[in-house]
């Protein structure tokens, strides 16, 4: 074995035996959210608008609204990565016979965008929240 053969050996080895730099984590969509506090603030916000909203305000006029946000606050923390427990219906159950159609379902996103907008969570953050929460689609819209 020549030499230069044996350099790129030897610089191999160490390169494979070399340590990695672990990359810093990246904080949890919780984190960047700021936390329960803030996500319960945007809850609340949500809920105020949901009940005002022309479109689908009807189905939450005798909804408990600090209740609703709560259970809300508890599945968006734990979806984005936070330490909550969502222990409420699951989303089959909770909208059986409501009676929901893609047009409210729709109108209710809307609302929670405009709930993060006034709450000034980037456009980025607000995609990543409705990517998770989309596929719920499936199990409250009750009317197709």
């Known amino acids: ?12 080895g160490l390169m494979l035996s070399a340590p990695v730099m672990a990359q810093p984590a990246q904080p949890s969509l919780y984190q960047q959210l700021g936390g329960k506090d803030n996500i319960r603030s945007l809850m609340d916000d949500f809920v105020q608008r949901l009940k005002a909203d022309s479109r689908i305000g009807e189905q939450f006029k005798n909804t408990d609204a600090a209740r609703l946000a709560s259970q809300l606050t508890d599945q968006v923390c734990e979806a984005t ?4 427990k969502y222990v409420g219906l699951d989303m089959k159950a909770a909208h059986a016979g409501m009676n929901i159609t ?8 809307e609302v929670l965008q405009a709930s993060m907008n006034a709450k000034g969570v980037p456009f980025d953050k607000q995609l990543e929240i409705l990517s998770m929460l989309a596929p719920m689609h499936r199990d409250v819209i009750t009317v197709r």
């Open 102 to 109: 893609k047009a409210h379902f729709n109108a209710l996103v």
């Open 81 to 84: 990565g936070g330490p909550c």
């Open 1 to 12: 074995m020549n030499k230069s053969m044996m350099a790129i050996l030897v610089a191999s």
